[in-house]
């Protein structure tokens, strides 16, 4: 098993709806995680970082992280075209502190 | 607050030649690495500093690729010789350092055609 697993997508979703984005993780120690947008032709940006299992929101989006069960999940609400970009699942790993990238999903938004 | 800054944003050569990336972190923040991303994947470490102290270049290939980060601060990147295969973005990030809530700033990344 990758250490983070992403579906490549693309995953599209009507304008108005909830995106699901969901990552599963390998290193049962892990920690921290972490959500990065990236827009094409950009650098990755940080979005949402959780460390306890349940829910953390930040306006539209939220986390959700199921250490037992070792995944973890961005919800986006109310989605928008501007919302259109890949999503990248990155933690923290226990052992060494490397931080590991997932391959990203790609959310396209349709208007 | 200044984010991280990368140059040059486009490096374009033949293979065999050499090339070297810069980075200059946002100020304060102790650590900083180095990432290549490939299209369609995800960023992947090729070296972390902490400070002036290299403490992760495991996946650094160090037959070409080699790094610095004097006093602590900016860092360079270098490849010498480039292969077709060495396309790709190279990203430069920091971060404080500090905590498992430690947060990676990223900078523009540097895009690099090998030919």
């Known amino acids: 098993q990758k250490e983070v697993e992403q579906n490549s997508g693309p995953l599209s979703v009507p304008e108005g709806a909830i995106a699901s984005l969901n990552c599963t993780y390998s290193d049962r120690g892990s920690q921290s995680f972490f959500w990065y947008r990236q827009y094409s032709g950009k650098s990755p940006e940080l979005i949402m970082s959780?460390?306890?299992?349940g829910d953390k929101e930040d306006g539209r989006f939220t986390a959700q992280l199921n250490k037992a069960s070792q995944y973890v999940s961005l919800l986006i609400r109310d989605s928008q075209p501007s919302d259109s970009a890949t999503y990248l699942c990155a933690l923290r790993m226990n052992r060494d502190d490397k931080i590991i990238f997932g391959k990203g999903t790609r959310l396209h938004i349709l208007p | 607050e200044a984010g991280v800054v990368q140059s040059p944003r486009y490096k374009i050569i033949e293979k065999k030649q050499p090339v070297a990336f810069w980075c200059n972190p946002i100020?304060?923040?102790?650590?900083l690495y180095w990432y290549l991303q490939n299209l369609g994947q995800g960023p992947e470490l090729l070296i972390r500093?902490?400070?002036?102290?290299?403490?992760?270049d495991s996946q650094l290939p160090k037959d070409r690729f080699s790094a610095e980060r004097l006093k602590g601060v900016d860092s360079t990147l270098k490849i010498q010789p480039a292969e077709l295969g060495d396309s790709a973005v190279y990203l430069c990030a920091s971060s404080l350092g500090v905590g498992r809530s430690d947060t990676q700033y990223f900078g523009p990344g540097t895009r690099l055609t090998v030919l």
């Open positions: 500093y902490e400070n002036e102290e290299a403490v992760d």
């Open positions: 959780i460390y306890s299992n």
């Open positions: 100020s304060g923040h102790n650590t």
